[in-house]
């Protein structure tokens, strides 16, 4: 069984924190706690291959006095997931600095998933194609959120497990783990169009 480490990570109140929970519950919470520190959780992918993958996500704080706690678990990440909301500039704009604290630990063949998230709202102020261009100037895959109204939430999984495994032979980070030592934290269960997760 392989297993990926995935953190997940940006600006404050740009759904990080509502995504795991959609992972883990299979639906829109819209009152939480924000994040201190770290927290996360972990699902099981039935790879289409016949392979099964732990996958833990790993929900990092998006407040600045935490920076130095995230920055020890941006080490040995299989992948990361890096959330801006399309409707706060100043989001977007920390994206570069986010991008620069994940590199610092992490080598180009460590994928990020950049996410811009929120775009059921109307006051929108980053266009997709200034996201896609931000993307493509950084090598990240880009994808658009709403987890409120349940847009792409599977997809964004998807096209994230699909491009590790496509490049798992450049990517350091994937451990193999045996299945009879496998201990699930915060399981939960949905299907993906690459995968089954359960």
């Known amino acids: 069984m392989y297993s990926y480490k995935i953190c997940v990570f940006g600006d404050y109140d740009t759904g990080k924190t509502s995504f795991i929970n959609h992972l883990h519950k299979q639906k829109y919470v819209e009152e939480y706690n924000p994040t201190i520190g770290i927290d996360y959780m972990s699902q099981i992918i039935d790879h289409s291959n016949g392979y099964k993958i732990k996958t833990t996500f790993w929900d990092c704080a998006g407040q600045e006095r935490f920076n130095s706690i995230i920055e ?25 600095d986010w991008i620069k604290m994940f590199r610092q630990h992490n080598d180009e063949n460590i994928p990020i998933l950049l996410v811009g998230n929120k775009i059921d709202k109307e006051n929108r102020c980053i266009s997709k194609h200034d996201a896609y261009i931000l993307a493509d100037d950084f090598n990240l895959l880009y994808i658009e959120m709403s987890i409120k109204n349940n847009i792409n939430i599977n997809n964004a999984i998807d096209l994230l497990i699909y491009n590790i495994w496509k490049n798992k032979g450049k990517n350091p980070n994937i451990k193999i783990i045996d299945e009879d030592d496998l201990i699930l934290d915060n399981p939960s269960k949905y299907s993906c169009d690459y995968c089954i997760i359960s």
Not at 72 to 91: C, E, M, P, Q, Y
């Open 72 to 96: 020890g678990f941006f080490r040995n990440v299989t992948a990361g997931i890096l959330f801006f909301d399309v409707s706060n500039r100043k989001s977007y704009t920390n994206v570069l």
